[in-house]
């Protein structure tokens, strides 16, 4: 996978000794990942996890802590969609086994750690992870119930302002928040379509509800913004640009 697709996904680090978290640290940025948090013990690494859950836990087995590195993967797994690759100095078949009981994508020791071993191995958990992601999103009775690594999203259809394409998942914004969901843009528009969604543009699809304003050749459309959750004002576009293969189609279902 390329350096610039790397950027889409997300990687926790879990490692209590400086030296070693640091040399991971150095390879995750180098690759082109983004780091979202780095954890000396089980209550960092959930409290990173809350704040921005990861695609993948790079997770030390033997912690300075109450709880280890497996316990770390139990709870992530718990709370979503996650693959977890284990990072230890032991190899005894006591550690092997407690490692293996949480089925995690990967489990390398840490001499043999370099920048392209590490490399293969995350992206292997990504596609084992890509492929649990399927489309398991669905519409029923005005809400979007939007699968992302484990977890649904409830999502208000009459409160989505636009969907926006983010390599190989999208953004959803609505007048409540806004949801980074790990699915194609194409899947979730497809489910949203009988629900007022129209696709404007390769990257953009759009609610025709939300619409207060467009020029006369449909090449924009602006978007009402009174009500939204001012968190989710300050990321939004509130002109979205219509492709001109999308004109006509977007004139017809507003009825013009």
């Known amino acids: 996978m390329a350096k610039e697709e790397n950027r889409h996904y997300k990687i926790l680090i879990v490692e209590d000794e400086e030296s070693p978290r640091d040399y991971l640290k150095t390879i995750v940025e180098n690759l082109g990942f983004q780091l979202v948090g780095l954890a000396k013990s089980y209550d960092e690494a959930i409290a990173c996890a809350q704040q921005n859950f990861p695609d993948i836990a790079l997770c030390d087995i033997k912690l300075y802590d109450y709880k280890d590195g497996v316990d770390v993967a139990h709870t992530l797994k718990s709370m979503g969609e996650v693959s977890v690759i284990f990072l230890t100095a032991f190899s005894d078949l006591q550690t092997r086994e407690k490692a293996l009981a949480v089925n995690p994508a990967s489990y390398l020791l840490k001499d043999q750690?370099?920048?392209?071993?590490?490399?293969?191995?995350?992206?292997?958990?990504?596609?084992?992870?890509?492929?649990?992601?399927?489309?398991?999103?669905?519409?029923?009775?005005?809400?979007?119930?939007?699968?992302?690594?484990?977890?649904y999203h409830i999502i208000e259809t009459k409160d989505i302002l636009y969907v926006q394409a983010n390599n190989t998942s999208c953004l959803i914004y609505s007048r409540k928040n806004i949801y980074d969901v790990n699915q194609k843009f194409g899947e979730i528009v497809t489910h949203l379509q009988t629900n007022g969604i129209q696709q404007v543009g390769k990257s953009y699809a759009i609610n025709l509800d939300n619409i207060i304003a467009f020029d006369k050749g449909f090449t924009y459309v602006e978007i009402d913004l009174e009500g939204i959750n001012d968190k989710v004002k300050s990321n939004i576009q509130r002109v979205i640009n219509v492709s001109k293969s999308y004109r006509s189609d977007l004139k017809s279902k507003m009825l013009i």
């Open 113 to 151: 750690i370099n920048d392209v071993i590490l490399d293969i191995h995350l992206q292997i958990a990504l596609k084992n992870l890509t492929e649990k992601s399927s489309s398991e999103s669905k519409v029923s009775n005005g809400k979007l119930f939007a699968w992302d690594r484990g977890v």
